[in-house]
């Protein structure tokens, strides 16, 4: 089945940094997606992605859909402590619903 | 604040047992899928309902069984609960046809004992 690599698992950074983390996959998405998820909580969407190649921002956030279609990148300006859950990335396959990755685990220090 | 309403939020069940989740989806809302989040994992797919017809399974044995009624809300059954079932599970919604952005509940926690 299809799977992904989400690197680095975790992430220890001091607030105000930069941040980024990528997703890379054995099989071609249609769309990629990154969602956060608190503890307790369900995973929130924060950025969608649709085409290979395409840049796109939220806030402090940006993502990027890879050329090949089988990478993703989010990268995080000047972090602050309320960045601090799972990330998550996931790829459209098609009727076999989302798939995900196992997470990047951010955690700031102030 | 989604508008995913999940119910209950937790349960504990024995092995053996059968379970009934239950997920209310976002107005507007006609898609619904189900996903199973183990610690330290995330979520797997489970399957997806669109018009009350089921659009698609992941890899997940016959034992978990779905409805989605004319409001577009939605149930996850799992007959002869095993103690790998516990985890966090998840229902999503999206707004229109399958394969869209998906808005989550928080879940429901399920421990099997």
């Not at chain 2, 017809?53 to 997940?60: A, H, L, S, T």
């Given at each position: 089945?299809?799977?992904?690599?989400?690197?680095?698992?975790?992430?220890?950074?001091?607030?105000?940094?930069?941040?980024?983390?990528?997703?890379?996959?054995?099989?071609?998405?249609?769309?990629?997606?990154?969602?956060k998820q608190?503890?307790?909580?369900?995973?929130?969407?924060?950025?969608?992605?649709?085409?290979?190649?395409?840049?796109?921002?939220?806030?402090?956030?940006?993502?990027?859909?890879?050329?090949?279609?089988?990478?993703?990148?989010?990268?995080?300006?000047?972090?602050?402590?309320?960045?601090?859950?799972?990330?998550?990335?996931?790829?459209?396959?098609?009727?076999?619903?989302l798939t995900?990755?196992?997470?990047?685990?951010?955690?700031?220090?102030? | 604040?989604?508008?995913?309403?999940?119910?209950?939020?937790?349960?504990?069940?024995?092995?053996?047992?059968?379970?009934?989740?239950?997920?209310?989806?976002?107005?507007?809302?006609?898609?619904?899928?189900?996903?199973?989040?183990?610690?330290?994992?995330?979520?797997?797919?489970?399957?997806?309902?669109?018009?009350?017809?089921?659009?698609?399974?992941?890899?997940?044995?016959?034992?978990?069984?779905?409805?989605?009624?004319?409001?577009?809300?939605?149930?996850?059954?799992?007959?002869?609960?095993?103690?790998?079932?516990s985890a966090?599970?998840?229902?999503?919604?999206?707004?229109?046809?399958?394969?869209?952005?998906?808005?989550?509940?928080?879940?429901?926690?399920?421990?099997?004992?």
């Amino acid at each position: 089945g299809q799977q992904l690599n989400q690197s680095p698992q975790s992430m220890f950074i001091q607030e105000g940094e930069d941040v980024s983390m990528n997703c890379t996959s054995s099989s071609i998405f249609n769309t990629w997606l990154w969602y956060k998820q608190d503890p307790g909580e369900g995973p929130v969407l924060l950025i969608a992605l649709y085409k290979a190649g395409e840049l796109t921002s939220n806030g402090r956030l940006t993502a990027q859909f890879g050329i090949t279609r089988k990478d993703s990148f989010l990268n995080i300006s000047a972090s602050i402590p309320s960045d601090v859950g799972i990330y998550f990335c996931a790829g459209n396959g098609g009727a076999d619903g989302l798939t995900f990755g196992k997470g990047t685990h951010l955690i700031i220090q102030p | 604040e989604t508008g995913v309403t999940q119910s209950p939020t937790h349960l504990i069940k024995t092995r053996g047992q059968q379970v009934t989740l239950r997920c209310s989806s976002q107005s507007g809302h006609n898609t619904v899928s189900w996903y199973q989040q183990a610690l330290g994992q995330g979520p797997q797919f489970i399957f997806q309902y669109y018009r009350e017809e089921e659009n698609g399974r992941g890899n997940f044995p016959p034992r978990f069984s779905g409805l989605q009624f004319p409001n577009y809300s939605s149930e996850l059954n799992v007959n002869a609960l095993e103690l790998d079932d516990s985890a966090l599970y998840l229902c999503a919604s999206s707004p229109s046809g399958p394969n869209e952005k998906l808005f989550f509940g928080s879940g429901t926690q399920l421990s099997v004992l």
